[in-house]
């Protein structure tokens, strides 16, 4: 353990912990505002896998990471609408129907992948951006100021969510829908639309956390997402449901999995006990979600349709 105790290691571990912890926190934003509005999307993980997919193919197909970010970001809001359909029109429970979008997703990105692909080929991502002036601190300037957009990207949004829901008249109509709908609409607000605005977002930001995830790591595969797309609802729980919690949240399972890599990396753990570290992000969730249901309550109409009709 003591070659892992380093400075270097130490700082790259962080630093990795950093980037790895994009996609949770893109996912979890974008979740916190859908489940704000009262709707639930177990559907985070097919969605994040069709925004790998695209990203990778589109990137693989005209040499530019822009070009395949743009590319999950049309199949996030078409995912966006499909959901909407599903659970505002033909009012179909939420829960099974994210379940259905997750199958969707594994399997359709699956079959697309063997029919355009076939074998895994690199692609080029979008490359490091040095801030300057901060990312030539010795060791912080590393740790956090030597990323590719994506990640500053992220980052910029906590605070930007935390505005929106807290100080905006939109952001005010999310939390009065996801709380009392029925109070809500006799006061003017569209419960579907606002429902509506929220599940393109928050289906966007999850199809861009795929995105980052196939563009960072510069391949794409079956079932790339390994369950991020399921720690990402977790940690809305974990945040209760604020976006700087998410961020923590998001840094802590990013940190695991860099500490479990960089573990792997030096030969410290081998073998059988190799696998069960690489559980760990899988047990801390499940720790997690124990711990923080008893102490936060989620929005009061989360998961609850609403007809005006009734």
């Known amino acids: 353990m003591g070659d892992f105790f380093t400075v270097s290691v130490l700082v790259a571990t962080l630093a990795s912990g950093i980037r790895l912890g ?3 926190l893109l996912a979890g934003l974008g979740e916190t505002i859908g489940q704000r509005s009262g709707v639930l999307n177990l559907g985070v993980e097919g969605v994040m896998l069709l925004g790998a997919f695209s990203a990778y193919y589109v990137t693989l197909e005209t040499g530019s990471a822009v070009y395949g970010i743009f590319g999950a970001i049309v199949v996030g809001l078409i995912m966006g609408l499909v959901y909407a359909f599903i659970t505002l029109v033909m009012h179909a429970q939420q829960g099974i129907s994210g379940i259905g979008m997750y199958l969707f997703g594994l399997g359709f990105t699956d079959l697309l992948f063997q029919k355009n692909v076939g074998t895994p080929k690199p692609i080029r991502g979008l490359g490091e951006v040095n801030i300057p002036l901060l990312s030539d ?4 300037g590393e740790i956090f100021f030597q990323h590719s957009l994506p990640v500053y990207f992220a980052f910029a949004l906590v605070p930007l969510v935390w505005f929106m829901i807290n100080k905006t008249t939109f952001g005010l109509n999310i939390r009065a829908v996801g709380e009392t709908p029925e ?3 006799t006061l003017g607000v569209s419960v579907n639309m606002t429902r ?3 599940m393109l977002i928050g289906s966007t930001m999850a199809s861009l956390a795929g995105a980052a995830l196939a563009l960072e790591v510069g391949i794409f595969q079956q079932n790339l997402t390994s369950g991020q797309g399921f720690i ?3 940690l809305v729980y974990f945040g209760a449901w604020r976006s ?5 949240g998001a840094l802590l399972f990013g940190i695991v999995q860099a500490t479990v890599l960089q573990l792997k990396t030096l030969g410290i753990v081998e ?3 190799s696998s069960l570290l690489a559980m760990a992000p899988a047990v801390l969730t499940i720790v997690v979600l124990v711990i923080v249901s008893r102490r936060v309550a989620a929005p009061g109409a989360l998961t609850r349709p609403f007809d005006r009709s009734a």
């Not at 700087?244 to 923590?248: A, C, D, E, Q």
């Open 137 to 140: 601190i010795p060791k912080v």
């Open 183 to 185: 109070a809500a609409d």
């Open 196 to 198: 509506l605005a929220t």
């Open 232 to 234: 990402a609802i977790a």
């Open 271 to 273: 073998g059988a006990n």
């Open 244 to 248: 700087y919690g998410v961020m923590l």
């Open 22 to 24: 994009t996609p949770f």
